[in-house]
């Protein structure tokens, strides 16, 4: 028996209930929630007494079309607007690239214990004395960038010591500030690759702290799968997994974890709403049970109607005993919200409609009895996220009114970009409701209330009238300035622990650019829906970014320059970003928007350089080192790339370049103009790496996203001829990268992101056959996905592994593998790339990049893989010196040490 089926009010209350409810539904606005909570009855959230929808009230401001709205205005928008992010499209896109073959979830469990493993492995490694550095590794130095930030859901400000704050990156793991957010330091290193949803602090021991794994969010599989809920208890220097999490039925239970509170009562209670329902813990989460059930995935009593995502949202009031908790279940389809009047033992539903989507909940801390909930549409009634109401209780949650005027500018559009919705910029109008759904009340005003979707808006009046705070595009155009930017897609708000709206207005934002702070939250918001013509009075709210060494930046791809110290690459929600220096971690800068993708640097000159943005052809070209930029794709008529979709550069030559979906495409004339290269010879299968020969442009490698491999010797010929290899590959898996060897083109490397299958493999006849090189014993690679391998220019026995925990190092050609990440934090890096003969970059998916000076051969002063005349020429035009390239033994002279050193190494380098 579920819980409405026993939660049946009867008798003429309900009778004047439900005519009530006729009657405000006749009225359209506002709309009520009914809750008979004594007699635990389920009511609808609307005013229709037939059917649970909650109807979306008209657009009734739109008095013109976007077209009309565009043409009246004089519009400064760059030439092509940046577009959205696609966070599902993204995640589905990471997980897709690492699935073992059949299966549909990541085998965290297996990649956690890989982790202890490599961490064990390199322990022992650095306790033999005398041990040469697996690929001449010996550190890495973080490039940043420090100052970008990454989708952060949550921020726990300690109450005792404010200047101490946590913030958690998806992917990129728990961070400490001690300085209000002016610098941050990343905790313990192996909760990176474990997407952090949730962080909780204990009220009465702040040394004692939650976090909650897993970005639940997400429709089915897709979403970033967690492993349970973490603790620690020495203020974040170290956390442990609790068991009662992982050693649970069902097993299930924890890997999406949405929210963690705790009791106001007894800190041991704890409550956390997960994709599978309600859990407590009395024990301080040593032990968990189930209170309220998700049907959908766990059975048990009382259960709710059953959704996809569970519980989004979980929250407590602070001033009863025993506990009375708000759980809000449903994002895509309709669940419902609930409440428990006795810390969990029983609850009662509120019947929310059948269009609803996503709510969020917010408590009034000044005055438990308001309750804010907002919701958006599952699809049934509206746009999918976009805003349905935003109701408010004022009597404990026994009833609940829609508050929103909907005949207001703002009103409509909470949950989506409010200067694409009326109008300003001529893009679709876009909700992400299910996505960022945001909401908080002031400390000590109820009618203060804080709402964040794409935008964030305020309302000083309960909810129903809002003014925007900040814009997100704002980095467009020099009309705004810069403290008016706020990065797009809310996720959290918390205000500090001694705000009091006067001498105190500071607060908060977690979003999809990491950490901002405003020290104004109480000054004026504002009606200017288009301030790229200043037509109206800018928010007074200032917006400071505190993301200064908050590295959780997630890469996608990079490149650096050869001949400057310039570092791009493209990012997860945060665009292109670059750097022109090294040691400057929070100097990068945002070149392009969207979600970045691949990047090419010419290597003769920095200056020109190619981004692009998701989906398929999206290819942008610079000419002045990423201050502008100009859509390069004439010619392809294709759009069935890969979602971040892989283009090379030939580093010969740089005005080749190949990109492609089904069939590859190549430009020879710097992306002026585009042509087919080849055919659509393998049906379904979308290319998914390039590798281009170092010696000859016409030998070009095609990795597929099914695990074909395809070779051309005569690429740059006017109709291309390609070999599909087959015969020992992996097929069906992904290919992630292919390489070419420096010297010999016959002899390439391939590697596949695939969980449970072999991830390296090598031809030594041009791809005729392929065998596995993952290594065996002591010297093989964990069974952890690869995403990138890299050929070191000047010997090709080394090879540069980038993986899902780490870089691998082989000096061998393969035949042992060994971690070469002393320092570098166990995370997914994604891309590598070598500067220059001894400097090799890692881009990471979560951590930013980062850099590594390999050891070079004693003497090879240029570089160049051999130690002769223009080496002994270099130092003795340095000669008496006290520093330079010629001072190898680093004595602080230039002289005969030195030229020892170097006629020792005469010769070609190992």
């Not at 809750?35 to 401001?61: F, L």
């Not at 809920?229 to 999490?245: P, Q």
Request: charged content about 15%; aromatic content about 10%.
């Amino acid at each position: 028996m579920k819980i409405q089926d026993r939660l049946a009010c009867g008798g003429a209350g309900a009778d004047v209930a439900a005519l009530l409810l006729l009657l405000i539904a006749m009225a359209v606005f506002p709309v009520f929630i009914a809750g008979c909570a004594a007699e635990r009855v389920a009511q609808k959230m609307d005013g229709s007494a037939s059917s649970p929808i909650a109807h979306m009230p008209p657009n009734v401001h739109h008095v013109q079309t976007h077209e009309e709205m565009f043409s009246s205005r004089e519009i400064h928008a760059e030439e092509d607007f940046r577009k959205f992010d696609q966070p599902d499209e993204a995640a589905n896109f990471f997980l897709q690239q690492r699935l073992a073959p059949g299966a549909s979830e990541l085998p965290l469990e297996h990649l956690v214990a890989e982790a202890k493993k490599l961490r064990e492995r390199q322990a022992q490694r650095a306790a033999l004395r005398g041990a040469s550095s697996s690929g001449d590794i010996d550190q890495w130095q973080e490039l940043g960038p420090g100052n970008i930030g990454g989708r952060t859901r949550t921020i726990v400000i300690d109450p005792t010591a404010p200047d101490t704050m946590y913030a958690a990156g998806v992917n990129g793991g728990i961070w400490k500030s001690f300085d209000a957010g002016a610098t941050w330091t990343p905790l313990d290193d192996f909760l990176p690759n474990l997407a952090v949803s949730a962080l909780t602090m204990d009220p009465t021991n702040t040394n004692i702290l939650y976090a909650g794994t897993g970005e639940g969010v997400f429709p089915g599989t897709s979403s970033p799968r967690g492993m349970g809920i973490f603790k620690s208890v020495d203020a974040g220097a170290t956390w442990n997994l609790l068991d009662g999490t992982v050693n649970v039925t069902p097993a299930n239970a924890f890997q999406y974890v949405h929210k963690v509170v705790i009791s106001p009562n007894d800190s041991d209670r704890i409550y956390a709403g997960t994709r599978t329902g309600v859990w407590r813990s009395l024990d301080g989460g040593v032990s968990w049970s189930v209170v309220l059930s998700n049907p959908r995935f766990i059975g048990g009593f009382p259960s709710t109607n059953g959704c996809d995502v569970g519980c989004i949202d979980l929250v407590l009031r602070s001033d009863s005993n025993p506990d009375i908790l708000f759980a809000a279940f449903g994002s895509f389809e309709n669940d419902g919200l609930y409440r428990s009047l006795d810390g969990g033992d029983t609850w009662v539903e509120f019947v929310t409609g059948t269009n609803q989507g996503r709510m969020s909940l917010a408590i009034a801390p000044s005055n438990n009895d308001v309750i804010y909930i907002s919701m958006a549409d599952n699809g049934t009634g509206g746009a999918v996220g976009q805003l349905v109401n935003i109701f408010r209780s004022i009597d404990g949650g026994d009833t609940y009114e829609g508050r929103v005027d909907f005949q207001s500018l703002v009103g409509p559009w909470l949950l989506s970009n409010l200067a694409l919705a009326t109008g300003c910029i001529p893009a679709p109008v876009y909700s992400q409701g299910w996505h960022d759904n945001a909401i908080a009340v002031d400390p000590v005003d109820p009618d203060s209330v804080w709402v964040g979707g794409i935008d964030l808006f305020r309302s000083d009046d309960g909810g129903q009238t809002f003014g925007i705070t900040g814009y997100w595009f704002a980095d467009q155009t020099s009309l705004i300035p810069n403290e008016k930017y706020l990065h797009a897609d809310q996720h959290f708000v918390v205000f500090h622990p001694d705000y009091d709206g006067v001498a105190n207005q500071t607060m908060y934002v977690g979003d999809d650019g990491g950490v901002f702070r405003t020290p104004n939250a109480r000054a004026a918001t504002s009606q200017e829906d288009c301030p790229h013509v200043g037509a109206g009075a800018l928010p007074a709210i200032e917006w400071i970014d505190v993301n200064n060494g908050y590295g959780v930046t997630q890469f996608y791809h990079g490149d650096s320059a050869k001949e400057t110290s310039a570092f791009a690459g493209g990012t997860q929600d945060n665009g292109t970003n670059q750097v022109l220096a090294v040691g400057a971690p929070n100097s990068w800068s945002r070149i392009f928007g969207g979600d970045g993708g691949y990047v090419a640097i010419d290597p003769f000159n920095a200056q020109t350089m190619y981004v692009e943005i998701q989906f398929f052809p999206e290819i942008r070209k610079s000419i002045d080192g990423g201050l502008t930029f100009t859509l390069a794709v004439d010619g392809i008529t294709d759009t069935d790339g890969l979602f971040i979709t892989p283009f090379a550069m030939d580093q010969n030559d740089p005005q080749v370049l190949w990109t492609g979906g089904r069939r590859p495409w190549r430009t020879m004339n710097g992306a002026a103009s585009w042509e087919t290269a080849g055919p659509d010879f393998l049906g379904a299968a979308t290319i998914s790496a390039f590798g281009i020969s170092p010696t000859d442009g016409n030998d070009v490698y095609l990795g597929f996203n099914n695990g074909f491999v395809a070779r051309s010797t005569n690429a740059l010929s006017a109709s291309p001829t390609w070999t599909v290899s087959s015969s020992g590959l992996l097929i069906g898996g992904w290919v992630s990268s292919v390489n070419v060897d420096p010297v010999n083109p016959e002899i390439a490397y391939c590697t596949y992101s695939n969980f449970n299958v072999p991830h390296v493999f090598r031809t030594t006849n041009g791809g005729a056959t392929w065998a596995s090189i993952d290594g065996f014993g002591a010297g093989a690679l964990p069974d952890i996905p690869a995403h990138w391998i890299e050929v070191r220019p000047t010997n090709s026995n080394q090879l540069y592994l980038a993986t899902e925990l780490g870089v691998f190092a082989s000096d061998d050609a393969g035949a042992t593998w060994n971690p070469a990440s002393p320092n570098l934090p166990t995370t997914v890096v994604e891309s590598l790339d070598f500067k220059d003969n001894n400097t090799l970059v890692a881009f990471t998916h979560g951590r930013g990049a980062f850099l590594a000076s390999l050891a070079g051969c004693v003497g090879d002063l240029n570089g160049d893989g051999f130690v002769g005349s223009a080496d002994q020429a270099l130092l003795l035009g340095q000669w008496g010196g006290s520093s330079g390239t010629g001072d190898i033994n680093g004595d602080g002279n230039v002289g005969s040490a030195d030229l020892a050193m170097l006629l020792g190494g005469w010769g070609a380098c190992p």
